[in-house]
Nanobody
Framework: VQLQASGGGLVQAGDSLRLSCAAS????????MGWFRQRPGKERDFVAG????????YYADSLKGRFTISRDNAKNTMYLQMNSLTPEDTAVYLCATNGYGLAARSPMAYAYWGKGTLVTVSS
């Protein structure tokens, strides 16, 4: 399983950004997928997760209402729409999968990780 996150960049506070995660695996549609972020000097935090068919989504409590996770199984791609960004959202954003269909929030449950994409939000 290979994952590649993209779409990061430098934006201003209040802006929106959409991240993509492309997966090179035939069974993408069977996997639970997640977004995590790692801020400077901090641990890797769960951002959002999505079930195999997109029917169930999960968010970090602090991000509900601003971030939206989605997926397009026909394109083997997952997305993270981020709105009303603040400097506290500055982080490397990583996509991951545990390689099966069960939901998980802990990074320990994920076996496959992409390299991440840097999001920098200026004030």
């Amino acid at each position: 399983v290979q994952l590649q996150a993209s779409g990061g960049g430098l934006v201003q506070a209040g802006d929106s950004l959409r991240l993509s995660c492309a997966a090179s695996v035939r069974t993408f549609s069977g996997y639970f997928m997640g977004w995590f972020r790692q801020r400077p000097g901090k641990e890797r935090d769960f951002v959002a997760g999505i079930s195999w068919n997109g029917g169930s989504t999960y968010y970090a409590d602090s991000l509900k209402g601003r971030f939206t996770i989605s997926r397009d199984n026909a394109k083997n791609t997952m997305y993270l729409q981020m709105n009303s960004l603040t400097p506290e959202d500055t982080a490397v954003y990583l996509c991951a999968t545990n390689g099966y269909g069960l939901a998980a929030r802990s990074p320990m449950a994920y076996a496959y990780w992409g390299k991440g994409t840097l999001v920098t939000v200026s004030s």
